[in-house]
């Protein structure tokens, strides 16, 4: 299933639209299927990227905000990077849809679950998102706190996306 679900995010960065739907719905099929709560997790997740991706935002809402809730039955203790990162994505597609309250929430809540596991290359990410949803809010002040916060969360990244 995991196969499936690269794939299926492969696909939507490639831009094709309907194949990058159907594997991560075959994904999502199949772990019901099986009753594995992770794979529904996790494919719920990757419907709700897709979704985002494409800005669908009826089914990115729906399918991540079914994700996260999968997730904390989980306790978050099997992929605790990814059950944070579903949080994110909401927050941002929040932020993208201009509900900037519950932006900030969610982004904030993904900031913290993901350096409780030690993520500071994603928690950079999350403060850049941050700053600009206090931004949008209003709170340039606060945006600008955040944005020196990120680039240090960040500091020393040597990933491939580093250069």
Avoid at 7 to 36: F, H, I, N, W
Avoid at 99 to 126: C, F
């Amino acid at each position: 299933m995991r196969g499936l679900l690269a794939a299926g995010c492969l696909l939507a960065a490639a831009g094709e639209g309907t194949r990058s739907k159907e594997v991560p719905e075959q994904a999502y099929s199949m772990a019901r299927e099986a009753r594995d709560g992770v794979a529904v997790a996790r494919s719920l997740t990757y419907l709700g990227m897709r979704a985002l991706n494409v800005q669908d935002w009826p089914s990115c809402d729906r399918f991540l905000r079914e994700a996260l809730a999968r997730w904390q039955q989980l306790g978050d203790r099997e992929d605790a990077f990814l059950s944070a990162s579903t949080g994110v994505l909401l927050g941002w597609a929040g932020f993208l849809q201009a509900h900037y309250e519950e932006s900030a929430l969610l982004l904030t809540e993904g900031l913290e679950r993901l350096r409780a596991i030690g993520e500071r290359h994603a928690s950079g990410h999350v403060l850049f998102h941050l700053a600009l949803t206090v931004r949008a809010r209003g709170d340039l002040a606060r945006a600008v706190d955040y944005l020196p916060r990120g680039a240090r969360d960040m500091q020393g990244f040597s990933g491939p996306l580093a250069a």
